[in-house]
């Protein structure tokens, strides 16, 4: 009988240790989750392609990322009057923080508010918008039929967060500018 209470105690008392443990575990996992969420819920960032020419009116990629959450949709993003499609979605999800360090760390030397680049060579072609903003950064990239090494930089990012089974974003590439 002795040794049944024995047995008992040791029992209650390693079940109340490990649920101290898990419960621990368990409560630090939800304060770092919410860390996480509040460091980066004021982090935006807007990715959208513009077509000109033959190209007005043509659905086109719009990236939108609030906090880390993403929204991908194909839409007409340029057109008279108003738009005669609807947007269609590619994706929705969630940015990893380390993608936002990553995308932070391109624009935080960067020392303006606006980088506009044209390419006059192209009459038509498109307009890429990429702006990000966080704290004290407000950044936008505004390219007109050209392309930039931070902002696709910016892109490359936000493609690894993208499945590989969804079209990928993209910024004009012009081998003879880099």
Not at 60 to 74: D, H, L, M, S, W
Not at 122 to 150: E, P, Y
Request: with cysteine.
């Amino acid at each position: 009988m002795k040794l049944i209470a024995i047995i008992f105690i040791g029992l209650t008392l390693f079940c109340g240790f490990a649920k101290m443990i898990f419960e621990n575990y368990f409560i630090d996992k939800v304060i770092t989750d919410i860390k996480v969420i509040e460091k980066y819920e004021s982090f935006k960032l807007y990715y959208s392609y513009s077509g000109l020419g033959s190209g007005m009116g043509s659905m086109q990629p719009k990236f939108i990322v609030n906090g880390r959450e993403f929204v991908y949709t194909k839409e007409q993003n340029s057109y008279f009057g108003k738009p005669s499609m609807k947007p269609d979605s590619v994706c929705k999800g969630t940015l990893r923080t380390t993608s936002i360090d990553s995308i932070l760390n391109v624009v935080k030397d960067i020392n303006d508010t606006l980088i506009y680049k044209t390419n006059t060579g192209i009459m038509s072609g498109g307009i890429h918008d990429i702006s990000v903003k966080f704290g004290k950064i407000n950044l936008t990239f505004r390219l007109h039929n050209a392309t930039d090494s931070s902002a696709q930089k910016i892109v490359d990012i936000l493609n690894s967060n993208i499945s590989e089974s969804k079209e990928k974003l993209w910024l004009f590439d012009f081998p003879d500018e880099k």
